[in-house]
């Protein structure tokens, strides 16, 4: 699971499963946190304009049709860069980066490895990891384990980032479904699953998307 280097095991987030994760930092996964209800009910502030839902429409009836066939790949381009695209996750002091490497030492050992798709402060260059660290996995098959790989990139950007008290967020997509999940202090709760193939479903995903960007601008805020 580990290599070494200068006596320091480093650990692909790749190969982090849950138990790793939990073990090592001395976290735990309860059923809820205020944080991500919170994050869930967002929604509720965000709204759907004609052209979202036009476009959100084409991609869904596309996806409803072909999703279970589509490798990882064409399920980013076909469908999963639709909606983030959508989104528009590009403001004035932050951005989204794809396929960049994350590495965070923490003295007894070394977490590193590429995320697939974060949003940073920076524009041109990921200066410091905020919200947002997303898996694509296509089906429930593979012996990998997302959620396990997902939590340890959030660790490691909270490391990075040297503000242990903030929440970080993630999401994790098998596929159809969306979960969304957060770590507070010592603590992760992962959401219900949302089935991106149901419209409604797939408009409580992009907006609670929407309203994510609010939470990168306080943090921006403060700093």
């Not at 509720?44 to 429409?57: G, M, W």
């Not at 589509?70 to 996750?89: G, V």
């Not at 590429?114 to 905020?130: C, E, H, S």
Request: aromatic share 12%; proline share 3%.
């Amino acid at each position: 699971m580990a290599t070494v280097s200068s006596n320091i095991p480093k650990y692909n987030f790749e190969r982090c499963d849950k138990t790793f994760v939990e073990t090592t930092f001395g976290i735990s996964r309860v059923e809820n946190l205020p944080v991500l209800i919170d994050w869930i009910n967002s929604k509720n502030a965000e709204t759907v304009n004609d052209f979202e839902e036009k476009i959100l429409e084409i991609a869904r009836k596309k996806a409803s049709l072909r999703i279970n066939d589509w490798n990882e790949e064409t399920l980013k381009l076909s469908f999963i860069s639709t909606i983030l695209n959508l989104a528009e996750f590009d403001g004035k002091n932050y951005s989204a980066f794809a396929d960049e490497k994350l590495e965070a030492n923490f003295g007894n050992l070394i977490l590193t490895g590429k995320i697939d798709w974060f949003v940073a402060k920076g524009l041109y260059k990921p200066q410091t990891p905020y919200l947002f660290f997303h898996e694509y996995k296509r089906t429930k098959q593979s012996s990998s384990d997302p959620d396990g790989q997902l939590l340890a990139e959030m660790i490691a950007a909270r490391f990075l980032n040297k503000q242990p008290e903030d929440t970080m967020y993630g999401i994790v997509v098998w596929g159809k479904e969306w979960y969304f999940m957060t770590l507070k202090n010592d603590e992760y709760a992962i959401s219900k699953a949302l089935d991106s193939t149901v419209k409604e479903e797939l408009f409580d995903i992009f907006k609670i998307l929407k309203s994510s960007k609010r939470v990168i601008e306080e943090r921006l805020l403060r700093g």
